[in-house]
């Protein structure tokens, strides 16, 4: 997977971890012919019961053809605990969508077809990483 594919080392921090994986998400869904048009969009969201602003995070936005898709990028080293697609509860789908709402109002196009993906990475320290993309993994 490109010069990218280094296995992770023991010491990285988890946030060192997750960008390496959205970039080689990215890279995954770039040679598929998707258009990547955004990278860690964050906007707000609501504001929270202290009256301070919360705010929801986008990994990538891309077109997938016609259909403007939010994808969520979950990197794990191991699935020993768990997928690394199941860390996409209900709370983080729920910030998901009110980002998306938000996303298709301030930058649009709001009236183009969207979805909801995720692209699950799994990459242990002796092997490269095994990309695997859910499409429509959660409804609008």
Avoid: C
């Avoid at 010069?3 to 080689?24: D, I, K, N, Y």
């Amino acid at each position: 997977m490109g010069q990218m594919a280094t296995p992770p080392a023991a010491e990285w921090h988890h946030a060192q971890l997750g960008r390496l994986g959205e970039q080689l998400a990215a890279d995954f869904l770039t040679r598929r012919g998707w258009r990547i048009v955004a990278h860690n969009v964050r906007l707000p969201v609501g504001r929270n019961r202290s009256g301070s602003r919360v705010y929801g995070e986008i990994d990538i936005v891309a077109f997938d053809g016609p259909t403007l898709v939010f994808v969520e990028v979950k990197t794990r080293t191991s699935a020993a605990v768990a997928a690394p697609e199941s860390a996409v509860t209900l709370h983080k789908q729920h910030r998901l969508r009110q980002a998306a709402q938000r996303y298709r109002q301030l930058i649009g196009p709001a009236d183009a077809p969207y979805r909801f993906d995720v692209i699950a990475l799994l990459w242990p320290a002796t092997a490269p990483p095994t990309v695997t993309l859910f499409k429509d993994f959660f409804p609008r």
